[in-house]
């Protein structure tokens, strides 16, 4: 989970200035869309995806 987070910083908040919280909310559910893999199984989730958990 703290990858996470770091990838999120370095990917989306730390890319530019945000004027408002809509345009950074915004840009971090584009990002994760894009980027980040939710149908890899966690066996931390008992081998289901995050989305199914």
């Known amino acids: 989970m703290e990858s ?10 730390d890319r530019q200035p945000w ?3 809509g345009e ?3 840009a971090i ?9 939710r149908k890899r199984q966690h066996r931390r ?3 289901i995806t995050p ?3």
């Open 4 to 13: 996470f987070f770091v990838l999120l910083h370095k990917n989306v908040m």
């Open 19 to 21: 004027v408002t919280r």
């Open 24 to 26: 950074l909310r915004l």
């Open 29 to 37: 559910v584009v990002w994760i869309e894009r980027s980040y893999y």
């Open 45 to 47: 989730l008992r081998k």
């Open 51 to 53: 989305i199914d958990f």
